[in-house]
């Protein structure tokens, strides 16, 4: 477990759990970004199979530290380098259905050098991911008229939205 001192932008639970319950979730840490190409434009993620848009990101796996994690996480997903701009803020989500406590630390970062292919893992390329480019306000209308298919997709696109319209307001 890493310990970051990010502001708190929300936390996302379908049903009020006791403390006691909630001590029994598996705690997951994970990192997310916006990242700015040269043209302006972020990326979002799209899901084909469960129609909704989300932010490059991902678990942040043992040994790793937290940058480590999101640079390794926007190459997989984004195929970029990345170079870090600022934090935006943390979330902290329990998915009751998956008896899941996951808290997303968010970046907002920019591309280096060239943009190649994503590495997707196989439950990605079953999910249908695929990266999109698009200008700033363009992504979080995205994002506003997902309509999720699935019970994690609602906890993802609420979560990207706070993301996103943190990072909008400080700007």
């Not at 190459?75 to 990345?82: A, H, Q, R, S, Y």
Request: one cysteine or more; a neutral charge; charged letters at 25%.
């Amino acid at each position: 477990m890493v310990k970051i001192f990010m502001k708190l932008l929300g936390t996302n639970e379908l049903k009020n759990l006791p403390e006691a319950e909630r001590q029994t979730y598996k705690y997951r840490q994970a990192v997310r970004a916006i990242i700015f190409n040269p043209q302006d434009q972020i990326a979002l993620m799209y899901s084909s199979k469960f129609g909704y848009y989300k932010l490059p990101g991902g678990g942040i796996e043992a040994g790793e530290d937290v940058v480590k994690a999101l640079k390794r996480e926007c190459l997989e997903e984004v195929g970029c380098n990345i170079e870090i701009i600022s934090e935006v803020g943390r979330i902290i989500e329990f998915r009751d259905e998956y008896q899941l406590h996951q808290e997303s630390f968010c970046f907002a970062a920019k591309t280096v050098g060239q943009i190649g292919k994503p590495a997707l893992t196989p439950q990605e390329i079953e999910h249908g991911y695929s990266v999109v480019w698009v200008s700033f306000k363009e992504g979080i209308k995205m994002l506003e008229n997902s309509k999720p298919q699935d019970y994690s997709g609602k906890f993802i696109v609420w979560r990207d939205l706070v993301f996103l319209r943190e990072y909008s307001l400080s700007q």
